[in-house]
């Protein structure tokens, strides 16, 4: 079973910055597809970007480019999502994720049903 934990939520002022943090229970990271997803209060958890396992591409969803950026630790099994110029939108439980299936496309990697193991979130929460 796969486990993974996610951290580095809080409470940030607009335009400030925060990283998160996403730990997995073996060798994931750079083997499978990790992605991040959040789910604001009310609305539909929604994809936000993913790194593939060997070749280290991303994709990013448009309200996030320029902004956040998602690297990775091979050897610490670790995942992050280096967040900037936040803005109270942005404010939403932060999910952490592992697909193992093939994605053939860059668009395809936001399919969160493709997603097999999710963390239990951390919230992001940004004031005016």
């Known amino acids: 079973q796969v486990q993974l934990v996610e951290s580095g939520g809080g409470l940030v002022q607009a335009g400030g910055s925060l990283r998160l943090s996403c730990l997995t229970s073996g060798r994931i990271v750079g083997i499978y597809t990790m992605g991040w997803f959040r789910q604001a209060p009310g609305k539909e958890r929604e994809f936000v970007v993913a790194i593939t396992g060997n070749g280290g591409r991303t994709y990013y969803t448009d309200s996030v480019k320029g902004r956040f950026t998602i690297s990775r630790d091979n050897a610490k099994n670790t995942v992050y999502l280096q967040m900037n110029s936040l803005k109270p939108e942005d404010t939403a439980v932060y999910y952490c994720?592992?697909?193992?299936?093939?994605?053939?496309?860059?668009?395809?990697?936001?399919?969160?049903?493709?997603?097999?193991?999710w963390g239990q979130g951390t919230q992001v929460t940004v004031s005016s």
């Open positions: 994720a592992v697909a193992m299936t093939y994605f053939t496309t860059d668009q395809s990697m936001g399919v969160q049903e493709d997603y097999r193991y």
